[in-house]
């Protein structure tokens, strides 16, 4: 008599339920596409990139002007990178490599003007700590975005 092993041999997905057949951020109130639905984690990871170059372009100059002495170059960059991104977030809704890449901050709490600059600075700190943008939810949305109530979503 043989025995099936495809139960624990094909993972947890075949044991179980499946999934809902519901979009990322549709338990938000977002749309399943197109503008206003959540960004991919792709085109954030090359926004940030673009941000972080820019920081990097900044503080360059201020080595080159000589505000800024060449030690403490990684220190100013983080702190261009954070100044950068809570004011542009504040202000206008996206960083600039946000808006490169079609991108925008929302709060999803509810129908407010924007994001704040309390929640924009404690989002800009937990994504500087690198460990809480590593871990998503079933959204997509980074640990960054739930503390914040916050989500990306394509602006176009």
Avoid: N
Wanted: hydrophobic share 45%.
């Amino acid at each position: 008599m043989s025995r099936t092993f495809s139960s624990w041999l094909s993972g947890p997905e075949s044991a179980g339920p499946s999934h809902s057949d519901t979009a990322p951020g549709q338990s938000l109130g977002l749309p399943s596409s197109g503008p206003g639905s959540l960004a991919p984690t792709g085109r954030r990871m090359v926004a940030l990139a673009l941000d972080w170059l820019m920081a990097y372009g900044l503080a360059g100059l201020g080595v080159a002007a000589g505000v800024v002495t060449p030690e403490y170059l990684a220190t100013v960059v983080l702190g261009v990178w954070l100044v950068l991104g809570v004011a542009a977030v504040r202000l206008f809704g996206f960083t600039p490599g946000q808006y490169a890449c079609g991108l925008r901050v929302v709060p999803v709490d509810g129908p407010g003007p924007g994001v704040g600059v309390g929640r924009a600075a404690i989002r800009g700190l937990l994504i500087a700590l690198v460990v809480p943008a590593l871990f998503a939810d079933a959204d997509g949305r980074g640990l960054q975005d739930r503390a914040t109530a916050t989500a990306v979503v394509r602006s176009r």
